[in-house]
């Protein structure tokens, strides 16, 4: 390991690595970033200079890790200029004109425009604006394309995800793009198309190409394979469909859908195989230059090419340049310092766009080739099977031998080098992912993308040709769809799994790379022994750490517009209250939000979840959790719902085997692990159907749950309105309280002034989503809370809020710091 740390770009590429990985974290010295790197590099010469060369590399490993710093910086806290588009961010829609960017991404729920913002127009004034917009439009938009200019009008807000510990942050996502506004269009009859051709000629050139092929790819093959097309030759996925997605991903080969270093790698090698193929065909060209570096530099260009054609994105372009950096190293002949030429191509990358640090297929794609070329040669001479290249001589039948053991050596050490990364992002484990990438990639990168390409091709001039080609080419996806259906359709095929700190994918990569050097000495093995045990050591603390938890700790979820709660008692026990969810079926909150949650506090086991009332926003999150973890009882309120949501959490909770039991304000008081809990609502008796029931019935009968812990106590509400609240008070239960969840996302309904006095809480929390249709809070009712004096945490202000308590005294953190 050690031959990596003497070429001297690694360190230095770490360096600026570990800079951009600080950035994230309020660093004092962030305001003085620019100041100090002209400080250090100043120094830096200085050092050179006089020949410290020591020194100087000291210098420059701080260079580039202060240099790190600033530049994620630049793009998590920009100095905006006053024309910025997101100044004029507000309640009130305005009129604007822009440019569309790049090509509309087209999805079955609507398009998804980047708009290069140009002047706002305001009655007779236009004022001249700058930066991009993200434009999400509804309805049928096949009439625009890249370079488009148009007129809309609209709100412009900020963009918001779910801020929780652990889940995927939507505002950082965009900020490493430069966006900082969004925009809705519920139709479209809301824009208006002022004109074409608003980029340069040969962008629009491209972009002419690529709507040719996509148009050709969807009228000479079908649904899903055409799908399949599109993405492998446009790197277009909104067509594919959801099931044929989640094919892929359980079977651990989602990653041919995108257009990535491997997707680029294997276009390359063909190329790069075919040119060379065709000069060794004339004697004169292999006597008079070097077919191989001429192949490698010819390769490059077709690269570029396919790069524009793929759509440009920034991951396409990350991987081009990797493959041109590599060819450019059989060029120059540094084709044995092939770790070095990968750290050029992650610095390089890096320095032009260091959010790629960040991006998932930035990551997947350096780690598999740093893992294949740091492990398989050491590997390979283990095996006694020499070099990577197999001599021409070969035997054909011992080339395909050799090929296919070498192809089982590189797809297992590239899974294995992936592994904790995939698992990061994805928290999934693919257990026939080995044995399904073994025939996709071959397949797919040596069968499938050709014919797309050539087709592709011949669609310009030879239209027959290609339409055969491409009804073939749908003869192998289908083939690929069914063998991947197969695989996904396995028992266990895929499971989930708890999200790996830092300290464990440190101990990993340990592991992994110190694995090819134990026969090299007694002190190799000795670290290998012990960073073992240090691994199981975090294992065993993370497996007891919650069995010595002496605190309650409550967790109320950013989930939008809807309610979850996880409450963690002492000695590990654990109730998940509600699940949330949005009133459309396409973003799963379960599965996004609330389980990558859990996940990343290592929790696989829910002792207790419940369901307070089944509306929209509180139960259709609860169905994945409930088939992804380990439940062993159900409560609710009693009431049942025809909604498809519910009807599929109880044949979920049916299968398992969960216990169910229906609570109401008889049900005996429980202790779970020191702490009382008792139900207040609804009233015995008033078990039914929804679907015949008044929406504000409904929320009257959610269960109200009081927790009371040695000498603090809790009161969680649902949705109750006031007609609830008024019948607790009059059956004399207890409600007074330190902390008050706000019954129903703050409505003017509920929270009525009786009911805060008879409570009389410290502190309440608020579960509300930022720009929900109902417009909740209501103003109304926020005053309430402030006349009567008590501390409001709202979930869309501060994303996760957390309440520890032990008992007698109470502690409240919030994941936003500061607001």
């Not at 169905?623 to 049942?640: D, T």
Request: proline share 5%.
């Amino acid at each position: 390991m050690t031959k990596i740390f003497r070429l001297p770009l690694i360190p230095l590429l770490i360096a600026y690595a570990f800079g951009l990985v600080s950035s994230q974290f309020n660093i004092p010295l962030l305001s003085q970033g620019p100041l100090i790197l002209i400080i250090l590099l100043f120094l830096w010469f200085l050092l050179l200079i006089l020949k410290k060369v020591q020194w100087a590399s000291g210098v420059a490993l701080a260079f580039f890790l202060v240099l790190g710093i600033v530049s994620i910086q630049s793009y998590l806290h920009p100095n905006l200029p006053p024309s910025h588009l997101s100044r004029f961010i507000g309640p009130e829609p305005i009129f604007l004109e822009g440019t569309i960017d790049r090509s509309p991404q087209r999805t079955s729920s609507g398009t998804q425009c980047l708009i290069k913002s140009r002047k706002i127009i305001s009655k007779d004034r236009h004022i001249p604006v700058e930066g991009y917009l993200l434009l999400f439009m509804k309805g049928e938009t096949d009439s625009l394309g890249s370079g488009d200019r148009i007129r809309f009008l609209c709100r412009l807000q900020r963009p918001h995800g779910f801020r929780n510990p652990g889940v995927f942050s939507y505002e950082r996502y965009l900020a490493f793009e430069r966006i900082h506004a969004i925009g809705f269009l519920s139709d479209e009859r809301m824009f208006v198309k002022v004109g074409e051709g608003f980029k340069n000629p040969i962008s629009l050139r491209i972009e002419a190409w690529r709507d040719h092929i996509r148009n050709f790819l969807q009228r000479g093959g079908t649904m899903p394979s055409s799908s399949l097309f599109q993405a492998l030759v446009l790197g277009e996925q909104g067509n594919i469909p959801e099931e044929v997605r989640e094919d892929f991903v359980v079977s651990g080969i989602a990653h041919l859908l995108a257009i990535s270093g491997d997707h680029l790698g294997i276009v390359a090698f063909l190329s790069f195989s075919l040119l060379l193929w065709i000069m060794k065909r004339s004697e004169i060209v292999l006597l008079s230059i070097s077919v191989k570096k001429w192949a490698a530099l010819l390769t490059i260009p077709c690269m570029i090419l396919y790069t524009f054609i793929a759509g440009g994105g920034m991951s396409v372009i990350r991987a081009t340049l990797m493959v041109i950096i590599f060819f450019l190293s059989i060029v120059f002949d540094r084709e044995r310092h092939l770790l070095h030429t990968l750290a050029l191509a992650a610095f390089l990358i890096l320095i032009c766009s260091p959010p790629s640090l960040f991006d998932v297929s930035f990551q997947l794609s350096f780690l598999a080739v740093l893992s294949i070329l740091y492990l398989v040669p050491p590997i390979l001479r283990v095996l006694k099977q020499g070099e990577w290249l197999i001599p021409e001589e070969t035997p054909w039948i011992q080339k395909i031998w050799k090929y296919v053991k070498l192809s089982l050596i590189v797809t297992a050490v590239a899974t294995m080098g992936t592994a904790p990364f995939v698992a990061l992002h994805f928290n999934r484990l693919s257990l026939i992912g080995f044995l399904a990438n073994l025939f996709a990639i071959p397949w797919v990168g040596f069968i499938i993308v050709p014919i797309s390409l050539i087709a592709s091709l011949f669609s310009f001039f030879f239209y027959p040709i290609a339409s055969v080609l491409i009804m073939v080419n749908q003869f192998f996806a289908t083939i690929l769809l069914n063998v991947i259906g197969f695989f996904a359709s396995i028992p266990l095929a895929s499971i989930y799994i708890p999200t790996p700190t830092p300290l464990e994918i440190i101990l990993y990569y340990l592991l992994l790379f110190l694995c090819v050097h134990l026969r090299k000495g007694k002190t190799i093995r000795y670290v290998f022994v012990g960073i073992c045990i240090l691994l199981a050591a975090d294992i065993t603390y993370w497996s007891l750490k919650d069995t010595f938890q002496k605190n309650l700790k409550i967790t109320f979820l950013d989930v939008g517009h809807g309610d979850s709660i996880l409450i963690e008692f002492p000695k590990g026990k654990r109730m998940l209250i509600d699940g949330g969810g949005l009133h459309e079926d396409r973003f799963d909150i379960g599965k996004n939000v609330i389980a990558p949650f859990l996940w990343n506090k290592k929790i696989r086991r829910i002792n207790t979840l419940a369901l307070t009332h089944p509306d929209p926003d509180h139960l259709k999150g609860l169905n994945f959790i409930a088939s992804r973890f380990s439940i062993r009882r159900f409560w609710s309120n009693g009431l049942r719902s025809d909604s498809e949501s519910y009807l599929r959490l109880e044949e979920t909770l049916a299968k398992k085997r969960v216990e169910r039991f229906s609570l109401n304000e008889n049900t005996p008081l429980q202790m779970i692990n020191g702490v009382e809990v008792a139900i207040l609502n609804p009233p015995a008796g008033n078990t039914s159907s929804v679907g015949r029931q008044h929406l504000t019935f409904l929320n009257n009968q959610s269960l109200v749950i009081r927790l009371r812990f040695k000498n603090i106590t809790l009161l969680l509400t649902g949705d109750v309105e006031r007609e609830a609240e008024e019948r607790m008070m009059r059956k004399g239960h207890l409600l007074n309280a330190h902390l008050l969840k706000v019954p129903h996302h703050g409505s003017i309904t509920s929270s009525s002034p009786i009911f805060l006095q008879r409570v009389k809480p410290d502190y309440a929390i608020l579960s509300v989503g930022e720009r929900n249709i109902a417009r909740l809070p209501h103003p109304e009712v926020m005053g309430r809370y402030e006349r009567s004096g008590i501390k409001i945490f709202r979930t869309d202000k501060h994303g996760a809020v957390t309440v520890i308590t032990d008992g007698e005294k109470m502690e409240i953190r919030t994941f936003l710091k500061g607001d």
